[in-house]
């Protein structure tokens, strides 16, 4: 059975840094791309970065230079650093788990964790 769980949200002020973990249960994260999304309220959930298999990574164009993927095979855990936070990054932030193994790419999948709030407000 397939878990994902998120951690480290929380309440910071714009320029303030977080990182968010997801460690998975069931599925190898480090043969199986994830990504990260959120959904801020009234909005569609939207990806906000994935990391393939074999490391290739993505970050949507307002991410891209704040926000920064590792992983850690041991512990089969992905992370997602961000920094200097705004406000427009205020979401519930869920890690996802491509079912595929091996694929040079991360396309969605079914496994979702249960999110971890992020709020940025002065």
């Known amino acids: 059975q397939v878990q994902l769980l998120e951690s480290g949200g929380g309440w910071v002020q714009p320029g303030e840094s977080l990182r968010l973990s997801c460690a998975a249960s069931?599925?190898?994260?480090?043969?199986?791309?994830m990504g990260w999304w959120r959904q801020a309220p009234g909005k569609q959930r939207e990806l906000v970065a994935s990391v393939a298999p074999g490391g290739s990574m993505h970050f949507t164009d307002p991410e891209r230079g704040r926000f920064a993927i590792s992983r850690d095979n041991a512990k089969n855990t992905v992370y997602l650093q961000m920094n200097n936070l705004k406000p427009e990054d205020t979401a519930v932030y869920y890690c996802n788990v491509d079912p595929i193994p091996f694929r040079s790419w991360y396309a969605q999948g079914d496994y979702w964790g249960q999110g971890t709030q992020v709020t940025v407000s002065s």
């Open positions: 069931g599925i190898s994260l480090s043969t199986n791309g």
